[in-house]
């Protein structure tokens, strides 16, 4: 499933109402904080994205964004041209996925409505193959691409949550599973190959889920179409579920939980779909 993690910080903003003590009760408040996100300096502060890296097709990290030093320190911030160069890995990588594309006059001029975005920078380490083929381990600076959703802007909506599993759905799938491999081997079936208790975990989940409209992005001087959904997009956890579950029942022929619809399946297997958004 996509890894996205929201990590909760401390904003320097006004005073507000948190809680409020009715006799003995005390209640608190979930209202959107009045402070614009926007001004931080970076949305590191506000947003922690464990993205999966992917260079697939053989795609490689030029040079100049990698650096060497203390596996256990990152290393400095880097000059500003620096970073200009992972954005442009960053879009060649989303074109190639074809997450983003050139907006084309004509075809184009009915999409109107516009997504607004922002790069994410950090250091990873990641394996380093040197001249000399040996592999070593070093800083990579990267960029991603992430949009700007929030919403105390956007206003309140009931299509933004992932249907929840939890671990009352995730204990029956080891008991089906040892049931089923005892029912194996009581039957002696070593010709056949045995039931699997397996995890999958899907890389870039979010950028597979084709948008609900098309959106207008205009960044590096151009004007681009934003075909699939991005990181940091408020709908992206309840669509990527909605992709993967359609995907199984339309493809693979399973069918969901009637009380939970994470929990699916069909003649050959049991799936429980979490989709991680915290």
């Known amino acids: 499933m996509q890894r996205f993690r929201l990590s909760l910080c401390t904003l320097k903003m006004a005073s507000c109402i948190r ?14 904080p009045d402070a614009d996100p926007l001004e931080h300096n970076t949305l590191d502060e506000l947003y922690d994205f464990d993205f999966e890296d992917t260079h697939e097709g053989g795609e490689e990290v030029p040079d100049y964004l990698w650096c060497e ?6 290393p400095p911030e880097p000059e500003r041209w620096i970073d200009k160069m992972a954005e ?3 879009l060649k990588r989303l074109t190639k996925k074809e997450v983003i594309r050139c907006a084309v006059d004509g075809l184009d001029d009915s999409i109107h409505k516009t997504l607004t975005t922002r790069f994410v920078f950090d250091w990873r380490l990641k ?8 592999e070593v ?11 700007r959703e929030y919403a105390f802007a ?6 933004v949550f992932s249907p929840a599993s939890s671990s009352h759905l995730l204990r029956p799938l080891p008991v089906l599973y040892l049931h089923k491999l005892s029912q194996y081997q009581l039957a ?12 999958l975990d899907i890389k870039d989940a979010f950028l597979q889920v084709p948008q609900q409209q098309p959106l207008r992005l205009k960044m590096h001087g151009g004007d681009w179409v934003v075909c699939r959904n991005i990181p940091g997009q408020r709908v992206g956890a309840r669509a990527w579920f909605d992709h993967i579950s359609n995907f199984l029942k339309e493809s693979l022929g399973f069918k969901a939980c009637v009380l939970n619809s ?3 399946r069909n003649e050959q297997m049991v799936v429980l779909v979490h989709v991680e958004c915290r």
């Not at 956007?154 to 299509?159: C, I, L, P, V």
């Open 88 to 90: 442009e890995v960053e």
């Open 154 to 159: 956007e206003g309140k909506r009931d299509d």
């Open 188 to 199: 002696d079936l070593k010709s056949m190959s045995p039931c699997i208790l397996g995890c």
């Open 262 to 264: 994470c929990l699916l």
């Open 69 to 74: 030093g203390n596996a256990d320190e990152k």
């Open 19 to 32: 809680a409020v003590k009715i006799g003995e009760e005390e209640l608190y408040t979930i209202d959107e």
């Open 127 to 134: 394996p380093f193959k040197t001249e000399e083929g040996h």
């Open 137 to 147: 381990m070093r800083w990579m600076r990267r960029a991603r691409l992430v949009a």
